[in-house]
């Protein structure tokens, strides 16, 4: 009996990207994870990098082949600047990188999988660091917009999905505050402007997508980790970091892309302690009137908080922390080998928060999932990975999703991270989160239990 159903043609979809899956294998440039492994690899779990990755770039008909066993209908990853592009200044197309993307977007339609296509997951060209400092300058700006112009004409006649950026907050978080990702800056206030930057990048996308692709069908969104921040408790210092927060993590892209301009509360507080972006009157009315078509929500676990505990003159250069310090709940459930609180209720607030603050926009969830250590551990007899604990997870998850939908939020697809086990940012291998299994020693894929589990959920929309 189906108990938890979805809307009719909700889509059941998998999540990867461009640099954790293709490998590098003629590749042009490096981006910053390349170069970052190139330079310091103990960085990297076991010292493995992006260079083989999962081998998409040899193997994708393979995976996708897969893929479509596990019931994805359709596949989210992105295309690698550094791959496509020869010259960033001109944008001039990589011959190779051309034939690549037309190729996998071609065997993507021969096995019925709807491409989603993001223009930016993490990989800024190392290159546009070194000359320009990445996203703190305008410049680069300008040149992810003709890049992005050149895949909506390569790629436009088959496409109908786009998404500007993947998560732009772990781009200001990871290379910029909190030194998880290089070049490890930490600046608040160069972050504060990189998270403008990307705004205004990803408006400027939007206008040019609307000039370009212009079929009913197609559509351009941007990705966004949008972890609601709870209030450890209801004293009003702790009250007051979690609307904070909120504001600082979640409405710092949400309004500016949905809404078309930034939160009051948030450019009072960032003046008022002398930090607020370099904006012109023209950037800001480009924001203004090119909001995104959707959203990509990516979920994993919540964002609790509770009142600072450092004063804020203690911090120079200014951070965000002087408004709100992380909090773990006791008694929280957790998954223990990626250090994350699980929560599946959050589904519901953030579909609730969508439909109420944001116009009841078309979202979809565009990763959600459960990495897990050692699943060598959970092989059986005919060498299947026994995954219970990620059915689990996606059946809590879903469940608090449906009942966001049943209440009208406008949710049309759930995308699980991830399609195969992947290459991840710093924790390389160590985490799986696929459908299905890669040895990453011999490259053999194989569908987990949960592979057979997602396309049983797909044919009958709902488990
Ligand atoms: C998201 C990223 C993904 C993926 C995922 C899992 O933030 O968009 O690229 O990596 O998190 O996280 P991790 O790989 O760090 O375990």
Not at 41 to 61: I, K, L, M, R, W
Request: aromatic fraction near 14%.
């Amino acid at each position: 009996m189906t108990m938890v159903e979805f809307p009719e043609g909700f889509v059941w979809g998998a999540a990867t990207s461009g640099p954790q899956t293709e490998g590098n294998f003629h590749k042009q440039h490096q981006n910053v994870f390349d170069y970052w492994f190139a330079t310091e690899p103990e960085q990297f779990d076991a010292g493995v990098g992006p260079d083989t990755a999962s081998n998409f770039y040899n193997d994708y008909d393979h995976d996708l082949a897969l893929m479509a066993q596990a019931g994805v209908q359709g596949l989210r990853t992105s295309i690698q600047w550094t791959r496509l592009i020869d010259d960033f200044e001109t944008a001039s197309l990589n011959a190779d990188g051309v034939a690549f993307y037309n190729h996998v977007i071609d065997s993507m339609l021969a096995h019925h999988i709807t491409p989603y296509i993001n223009l930016h997951h993490f990989d800024l060209p190392v290159a546009l660091y070194d000359k320009y400092h990445g996203w703190e300058s305008k410049h680069v700006v300008e040149l992810f917009v003709k890049f992005a112009e050149q895949c909506f004409k390569l790629f436009g006649d088959r496409v109908d999905h786009w998404y500007t950026f993947n998560e732009p907050k772990v781009v200001v978080d990871g290379q910029y505050l909190y030194g998880w990702h290089y070049p490890q800056v930490i600046n608040g206030p160069k972050a504060v402007q990189v998270a403008y930057n990307m705004n205004l990048a990803s408006a400027k996308t939007v206008a040019r997508f609307h000039e370009l692709c212009v079929r009913p069908e197609q559509q351009i969104g941007i990705i966004l980790n949008l972890t609601p921040a709870y209030a450890a408790s209801d004293d009003p210092a702790d009250l007051a970091a979690a609307e904070f927060a909120e504001l600082w993590s979640n409405n710092l892209f949400l309004d500016p892309a949905v809404l078309g301009h930034f939160p009051e509360k948030l450019v009072e507080r960032l003046t008022m302690d002398g930090v607020l972006w370099d904006a012109t009157p023209t950037e800001l009315a480009i924001i203004a009137a090119n909001p995104v078509d959707c959203l990509g929500v990516n979920y994993y676990h919540p964002f609790r908080v509770q009142r600072p505990d450092i004063s804020p003159k203690s911090l120079q250069p200014w951070m965000p922390d002087i408004y709100f310090k992380e909090y773990d709940m006791p008694g929280r459930m957790m998954n223990v080998d990626r250090g994350w609180e699980i929560y599946p209720q959050a589904m519901t607030d953030i579909a609730r928060n969508i439909q109420k603050n944001y116009g009841n926009i078309p979202w979809m969830i565009s990763e959600n999932g459960m990495g897990v250590a050692g699943e060598e551990r959970f092989l059986d007899k005919q060498g299947v990975v026994q995954d219970d604990y990620r059915i689990d997870f996606m059946k809590e998850h879903l469940t608090a999703l449906a009942k966001g939908i049943a209440a009208g939020s406008n949710c049309q697809g759930y995308f699980v991270w991830s399609g195969i086990d992947c290459w991840s940012w710093n924790h390389a291998y160590h985490n799986r989160y696929g459908l299905i299994r890669n040895d990453i020693h011999t490259q053999t894929k194989t569908l987990k239990k949960s592979a057979k589990w997602f396309a049983e959920l797909g044919e009958r929309n709902g488990f």
